[in-house]
């Protein structure tokens, strides 16, 4: 049986919990989500201890796939719209910097162009730090949205492993290699 599935999601004080036929919707201080649940996957709701939970019907291979996975992703959603979700990452190069204009990020990453990213409406961005290395801050109370805007921004010029110069998560540690200069020593 499913360790992660069993177990009951607490309710924080200031979040409400709806389940409806095939979506669960959690309010919070920070806003609302709605997730979809699969049809072989029920919740419920247990008011006076401000639990929830997630029940399967049957021992099937699907319903046991479904069982864990439907249970982090509601355990998430109550974590993003009370706390919300960040990815800091920094930009490092010569010439590289970023900034915002609008509903647009501008990233200036060493093409002969700027590059503007639309930034989603359930989105914020936080500079810290304009150039080298320029420090920003994604930030959302969904988690799979803030972890895909933060690596489409970071596909756009990933970290090299010579000089380090690119987009890269701040904790993120980048392999270097020793250049042409130092391999003939």
């Known amino acids: 049986m499913s360790r992660i599935g069993k177990k009951p999601i607490q309710i924080p004080d200031g979040v409400t919990v709806r389940c409806d036929k095939d979506s669960v919707t959690i309010e919070g201080s920070k806003g609302t989500i709605v997730q979809p649940i699969h049809s072989l996957m029920k919740v419920e709701i247990d008011e006076e201890s401000r639990l929830f939970a997630v029940v399967r019907p049957s021992e099937e291979r699907q319903c046991r796939e479904l069982h864990g996975l439907t249970r982090t992703l509601l355990a998430n959603n109550v974590h993003g ?11 490092i190069g010569l010439g590289y910097n970023i900034k915002m204009q609008g509903e647009e990020l501008i990233l200036q990453l060493g093409f002969s162009h700027p590059i503007n990213v639309k930034i989603p409406k359930d989105i914020q961005i936080e500079i810290k730090s304009q150039t080298n290395p320029g420090k920003f801050t994604v930030t959302g109370i969904d988690k799979q949205k803030v972890g895909q805007f933060a690596a489409n921004i970071r596909r756009l010029r990933p970290p090299e ?3 380090g110069k690119g987009v890269k ?3 993120e540690v980048i392999r270097r290699k020793a250049g042409k200069a130092s391999a003939s020593k």
């Open 81 to 91: 719209v009370v706390n919300g979700f960040t990815k800091d990452l920094e930009i």
């Open 161 to 163: 492993p010579y000089k």
């Open 169 to 171: 998560y701040v904790d």
